[in-house]
């Protein structure tokens, strides 16, 4: 089965921009058809979709995060990565990656994907 990792740092700075990595084991982030989606969990609220990088490199983001989000696809075709602009302390929150067969954007049940990561958290703060 696909496995996911989140790394990245755990406190960001106001201001800063937050990087995020998601490491995959068992299989390619190229493999027809997974896609490979970002999803926010603020304290105290629901789950948040951030947005999706397909097999096929393209990408669809929240149009809420749009101005402020990117994805993007390593090289090693094993690694994919969230950046996201201009961090305010309204941006604490856990941080999953998740894949699913077949595209599909803005879901936000845990059902409609496959595999999880175990979620990173992280604090905005100076």
């Known amino acids: 089965q696909v496995q996911l990792q989140e790394s990245g740092p755990g406190l960001v700075k106001p201001s800063q921009t937050l990087s995020l990595t998601c490491t995959v084991s068992?299989?390619?982030?190229?493999?027809?058809?997974?896609?490979w989606h970002w999803i926010l969990h603020p304290p105290g609220k629901g789950l948040e979709w951030m947005g999706v990088?397909?097999?096929?490199?393209?990408?669809y983001y929240n149009p809420s995060l749009k101005s402020r989000t990117s994805i993007s696809r390593h090289t090693s075709k094993t690694q994919f990565s969230l950046q996201l602009t201009s961090v305010t302390p309204e941006d604490r929150a856990v941080y999953y990656c998740?894949?699913?067969?077949?595209?599909?954007?803005?879901?936000?049940?845990?059902?409609?994907?496959?595999?999880w990561g175990q979620g990173t958290k992280v604090t905005v703060s100076s």
């Open positions: 998740a894949e699913r067969e077949g595209l599909r954007v803005e879901a936000t049940e845990r059902k409609a994907y496959e595999s």
């Open positions: 068992g299989g390619s982030i190229t493999t027809s058809h997974y896609s």
């Open positions: 990088i397909a097999y096929y490199g393209s990408c």
